[in-house]
């Protein structure tokens, strides 16, 4: 796939993430309309918004799972999935693509555990067959990592013996595997029942609290207004506004954010 010509090709230096003009469609549906954001190393951001707002589906394009049809994201100073040929940019050849997800960790609404491994091997997978380190070094890092989101009693657990929240909890032990730079989660609570939303939510905080860099599309409120540096609304394939938690849920300046917030809150 390549980018518009039209599009002007540039370089940031500070922010860790940079989307510049970026628009998304499926089919006739223009999912998203143009969307600009830098997200600073150690920021944490919030995406809130209704069903259908777009928040996903950037996600997604911040590491390529899903193409865009103009416009820039940058991770550090690389263009995530495409480099520039002449005055265009071409889609990158699939292993460089790879190598840039690697500085990416995402956890989804679904667990997407191996169910034939146990917790310890489903942490560990990725690190021995992508990375690789050794199985002893991968066991040791990924015990750690367990013990770290309270499932150092789980190790040989397989997901099917597991709660939902504990499942997500082995997902992020299993994208923090990977040492990335960036961790990306898509609703991560969506899915489970209230009463096991809390252990997932504390996990998360910890990280927050250790400096990791994170972009969070989530319909918990009172985890964004604790734990985000700012919060984006969006709706309809834009941002409406972004600010602080304070600006942004407990004074919106827009009557879209607040009949949103009317709602949920």
């Known amino acids: 796939m390549t980018i518009p010509a039209s599009t002007p090709v540039s370089t940031p230096t ?6 510049e003009g970026v628009h998304k469609y499926f ?5 998203l309309q143009g969307i600009d954001l830098e997200v600073g190393a150690g920021e944490v951001l919030c995406l809130l918004g209704p069903s259908g707002s777009g928040k996903s589906t950037f996600l997604r394009c911040i590491n390529h799972l899903e193409t865009i049809h103009s416009g820039r994201i940058w991770l550090g100073d690389e263009i995530i999935g495409y480099q520039q ?4 940019l071409v889609e990158r050849p699939e292993r460089e693509i790879v190598r840039q997800r690697r500085a990416m960790g ?5 667990f997407n555990l191996f169910p034939h491994r146990t917790a310890l091997e489903n942490v560990i997978e990725g690190p021995v067959r992508v990375k690789g380190m050794s199985a002893r070094s991968a066991r040791e890092r ?5 013990e770290r989101v309270g499932l150092g009693g789980k190790l040989d657990a397989y997901p099917r013996q597991l709660s ?3 499942q997500q909890r082995v997902a992020i032990a299993r994208a923090l595997a990977m040492e990335p730079t960036l961790m990306l989660f898509d609703e991560p609570t969506s899915a489970l029942d209230p009463e096991l939303v809390g252990e997932v939510l504390t996990v998360m905080k ?17 985890f964004a207004r604790e ?10 394939g834009q941002i409406v506004e972004i600010g602080t938690p304070a600006e942004v849920i407990d004074s919106p300046r827009h009557e879209r954010t607040r009949a949103f917030l009317s709602r949920v809150l």
């Open 206 to 222: 910890d990280l927050a609290d250790s400096g990791l860099t994170m972009i969070v599309v989530t319909h918990e409120i009172g």
């Open 142 to 146: 990924g015990t750690e990592l367990l």
């Open 227 to 236: 734990v985000a540096d700012r919060v984006a609304f969006m709706d309809g």
């Open 27 to 31: 089919g006739d549906l223009h999912v």
């Open 14 to 19: 500070a922010p860790l993430v940079r989307a």
């Open 106 to 110: 995402m956890v989804f609404q679904r």
């Open 164 to 166: 939902g929240g504990q």
């Open 85 to 88: 040929q002449g005055t265009r």
